[in-house]
């Protein structure tokens, strides 16, 4: 995949996540992709903040558009080559201080194979 073909599979990541759409964000990710998220460590501390399968993203995803109808990610900076795309980000949750995010989105074969955020 091109840089670019990898900043559009980002462009369309944000397009799902800020609709909420499930669907959507999960036909970008591969059956076996893993996603690391500190979020993840915190809520779920018996994944130490990793999850496999897309069984697991979904669980995950659904639980936060649940409990985060506001959620919603403005996107800053994209970088992307032709395996991954660092994405830069702020998150918003009305009643929550904006979050400065990072992930990197490792991509193969036009499907993100894993995903790890980071932030403080």
């Known amino acids: 995949m091109s840089a670019q073909q990898n900043k559009d599979i980002a462009t369309k990541w944000f397009a799902a996540f800020n609709e909420h759409n499930l669907e959507d964000l999960l036909s970008l990710y591969s059956e076996t992709a893993e996603h690391f998220s500190p979020k993840l460590k915190i809520r779920q501390p018996e994944t130490n903040g990793l999850i496999k399968g897309k069984l697991a993203l979904r669980a995950w995803w659904q639980d936060s558009f649940d409990r985060l109808p506001t959620l919603n990610y403005e996107v800053k900076k994209l970088t992307a080559d032709d395996e991954q795309v660092f994405m830069e980000?702020?998150?918003?949750?009305?009643?929550?201080?904006?979050?400065?995010?990072?992930?990197?989105?490792?991509?193969?074969?036009?499907?993100?194979?894993?995903?790890?955020?980071?932030?403080g």
């Open 89 to 119: 980000y702020i998150r918003h949750v009305k009643g929550e201080e904006d979050l400065n995010v990072g992930e990197v989105l490792e991509i193969k074969n036009g499907k993100i194979v894993a995903s790890r955020v980071y932030h």
